[in-house]
């Protein structure tokens, strides 16, 4: 299994351009979510997912949409980047079996916005 | 990447002797907790996780406490190795709620 794979790993967008960043998970995991992470901060949550087509808005949405057309892809929009979203980005999911609810996380995609 | 932790509180420790990692959290109503390890360009990395159920839990060369009483949660790790040197952080999640609240983190250092 790959886990939780993300992709690009870098990149930098100048303001008001557009990218998705790309999430999969090979592990049939139902929940899905997108975290950001500023220096010096704990994980903001910006989007999450509970399965296909279903998805919910997390503490810190603005500026961002998802879809989950499918189990494994839960892909992240930016449509007009501003430097506020320079971050690094988290893909993470988790089956929430009993017991456990533990997050899986994808390596991160480091954005800058200039 | 390297901007992740910039301005983190920094825990040294010599190899060898073991470390402790303190971790407040806030929502009493929170029922489960994971720590997490985060080495410079990698994602977080599960470590161990405790139900509020247990005031104890143990893995290999781990070991998390929980003090509901005080909100405190803390990570034990025994002989520190220098591949532990990373940002280790703890999440909260009340198991009725998809939202899990992270603390910040603390680096650690293993000095040779």
Known sequence: ???????????????????????????????????????GMGLKLIYYSVGAGITD???????????????????LRLELAAPSQTSVYFCASSHRDRGSE????????????? | GESVGLHLPTLSVQEGDNSIINCAYSNSASDYFIWYKQESGKGPQF????RSNMDKRQGQRVTVLL????????????????????????AENNSGTYKYIFGTGTRLKVLA
Request: aromatic share 12%; hydrophobic share 35%.
């Open chain 1, 1 to 39: 299994n790959a886990g939780v794979t993300q992709t690009p790993k870098f990149r930098i967008l100048k303001i008001g351009q557009s990218m998705t960043l790309q999430c999969a998970q090979d592990m049939n995991h139902n929940y899905m979510y997108w975290y950001r992470q500023d220096p």
């Open chain 1, 57 to 75: 808005k997390g503490e810190v949405p603005n500026g961002y949409n998802v879809s989950r057309s499918t189990t494994e892809d839960f892909p």
């Open chain 1, 102 to 114: 533990k997050l899986f996380f994808g390596s991160g995609t480091q954005l800058s916005v200039l």
């Open chain 2, 47 to 50: 470590i161990i996780d405790i």
């Open chain 2, 67 to 90: 003090n509901k009483t005080v909100k405190h949660l803390s990570l034990q790790i025994a002989a520190t190795q220098p591949g532990d040197s990373a940002v280790y952080f703890c």
